[in-house]
């Protein structure tokens, strides 16, 4: 136990071990004292398209019992089911049969993750198709947000979805946002700025319904497996923030499988709250937790001690709400050097953490905090400049600018998105997990 709460168990995702066969990063992390891994499923790692996967999911299963590791479902490798679109098709494709592919994915993955036993099956959205005009990070453009999203555990009318869902009409005739960020991650357009045209509020609400109709079936495959299903906001995807999960959520009725994948980064990088602000709103929903560092308005992740995150505040927080998941590191870019960032990672968290008695209330880069005075960054890779970037910023001095208030702790979840405090955000070439 830490002094506020429960103990955090911390994992590594296999998406930043790429390079290393299943079996060998499974090993890697128990020997490194991992509590658990966040397992992605792709054509290197339990492909959850190759033949015999019930049977392959089964010793897989063996192997983590074995090495006592504890498992969450990850479903947002790049190629897996089209060699020419990164994270393609989407839940949001504008062909029924595509999307169906990805709702056949997510499927797979909740019958893996009960054969394994895991915490829950994380998902995204995707980006609204490159045709629309619609703004991403939707729900918090024209308080789209705020219309039905509960601010509580209660459902809400549970009016169905599966009925208004189904038109195939296409998205629009013009884009108003520039290319897509997110799963292109080709341009530096901006994320998450408000829609710019009336023609957006349509393709937004077509986007939403694709999105409502394609989760449906997987959210009643894991309420039968007793699986949560965990979406994660994205930047420059539909689901964006916190407000989009919410009106998600009130667009489903509150159904009890669908959770939360909260990404520490991405609070850092686009919410309107500081990081341990958003854990404490989305305590609640919390199922699976991704942790990296990030700078504010890039969404690129860092190795711990190159962003701006101030992490003992963070995973106070985090311990204080009682979530017993993984707390996943997510280094999708690194593993040319995952091993190395595997064997770094975990001491800087249980620093960060064994730091979190000493943590007084964050401040907006958390420049000059005690408790993270002493934590030295993640060593980087000798002779692999590549690795750091020529952006990079020593750990938690970075000119950060995230908004707080005196009351963000208790800011209603459903509408802490407004319009003017969602920034600019840039993506890297490649960035996107």
């Known amino acids: 136990m830490t002094a506020q709460g429960t103990a955090l168990r911390f994992g590594y995702g296999t998406n930043g071990l790429a390079d290393l066969r ?43 019992a074995a090495l006592g590791l504890d498992v969450t479902v990850e479903t947002g490798a790049r190629y897996v089911l089209d060699p020419r679109r990164k994270h393609g098709p989407s839940l949001l494709d504008p062909d029924p049969e595509a999307r169906a592919r990805r709702v056949d994915l ?17 998902c995204f959205s995707g980006t609204v198709p490159p045709t629309s005009g619609a703004a991403t990070g939707g729900a918090a453009t024209g308080g789209a947000a705020t219309s039905g999203a509960p601010t509580g555990g209660a ?21 108003t946002s520039g290319a897509p960020i997110g799963d292109a991650a080709t341009s530096d357009a901006p994320v998450g700025d ?31 497996a007793g699986i949560p299903l965990a979406i994660e906001p994205e930047p420059g995807h ?36 500081p990081p341990a602000d958003c854990v404490r709103v989305a305590a609640p929903w919390l199922r699976h937790v991704q942790i990296e560092d990030m700078r504010r308005g890039v969404h690129d992740h860092l190795p711990f001690g190159e962003g701006e995150i101030d992490f003992p505040p963070v995973l106070a927080a985090l311990a204080a709400t009682g979530y017993q998941g993984l707390t996943v590191v997510e280094l999708p870019r690194h593993s040319h050097a995952g091993p190395h960032y595997a064997q770094t990672s975990l001491p800087f968290l249980r620093r960060a953490a064994a730091a979190t008695s000493a943590t007084v209330p964050a401040t907006a880069s958390g420049a000059g ?60 070439e490649g960035s996107t997990p």
């Open 369 to 428: 905090h005690p408790a993270t005075a002493a934590l030295p960054a993640a060593a980087p890779v000798a002779a692999t400049p590549a690795i750091t970037g020529p952006a990079a910023t020593p750990a938690i001095t970075g000119p950060a600018a995230t908004p707080a208030t005196a009351a963000s702790a208790t800011a209603n979840p459903a509408t802490a998105t407004p319009e003017t405090t969602t920034p600019t955000t840039a993506v890297p």
């Open 238 to 273: 539909l689901v964006a923030t916190l407000a989009d999960f919410h009106h998600l959520r009130g667009l489903l009725g509150d159904p009890p499988a669908l959770g939360l994948t909260l990404d520490l980064g991405h609070c850092q990088c686009l919410e309107p709250l």
């Open 22 to 64: 299943l079996e060998d990063a499974l090993a890697l992390l128990a020997d490194l004292g991992y509590d658990g891994v966040g397992l992605t499923l792709d054509h290197m790692h339990l492909d959850p398209l190759a033949p015999d996967l019930a049977a392959r999911t089964r010793r897989v299963g063996r192997r983590l």
């Open 194 to 224: 408000p829609a710019t045209s009336d023609a957006a509020t349509g393709d937004a609400a077509t986007a939403w319904r694709r999105l409502a109709a394609s989760l449906t079936p997987v959210l009643e495959a894991a309420a039968t």
């Open 106 to 122: 997510l499927l797979r993955a909740v019958r893996v993750a009960a054969d394994l036993g895991a915490h829950a099956v994380h």
């Open 155 to 175: 459902p809400t009318s549970g009016a169905p979805t599966g009925d208004v869902a189904t038109s195939d009409a296409p998205i629009g005739d013009a884009a």
